[in-house]
Nanobody
Framework: VQLVESGGGSVQAGASLRLSCVAS????MGWFRQAAGKEREFVAS????????YHAHSVRGRFTISRDSARNTVYLQMNNLKLEDTAVYYC????????????????WGQGTQVTVSS
């Protein structure tokens, strides 16, 4: 399984970015992030069919996960970015329909850097 992320970059606080992740197959997908010196944390996930979406409390109302099943692509729309959103963002895929923990993700992308400055 290959996961290829894109869309990261450097922006000012309040700006928007959209991350994309193209998968070679259709899986339940998630976005995670890891800031320097911190553990990797959950950001958002979407089930195989796209019927259920989950967002971490810290990004709820600002970030939205979605998927285009025809393209095997998952997106993370990030609005009103804050300094604390700075991290490497990872796309991940799970063979489970509705994974509930980071350990249930089997495949990982290479990561894309998001840097938010004031």
């Amino acid at each position: 399984v290959q996961l290829v992320e894109s869309g990261g970059g450097s922006v000012q606080a309040g700006a928007s970015l959209r991350l994309s992740c193209v998968a070679s197959e259709r899986y339940a997908m998630g976005w995670f992030r890891q800031a320097a010196g911190k553990e990797r944390e959950f950001v958002a996930s979407i089930t195989w069919r796209g019927g259920n979406k989950y967002h971490a409390h810290s990004v709820r109302g600002r970030f939205t996960i979605s998927r285009d099943s025809a393209r095997n692509t998952v997106y993370l729309q990030m609005n009103n970015l804050k300094l604390e959103d700075t991290a490497v963002y990872y796309c991940a895929a799970s063979t489970l329909n509705n994974p509930s923990s980071i350990n249930e993700y089997n495949y990982w992308g290479q990561g894309t850097q998001v840097t938010v400055s004031s």
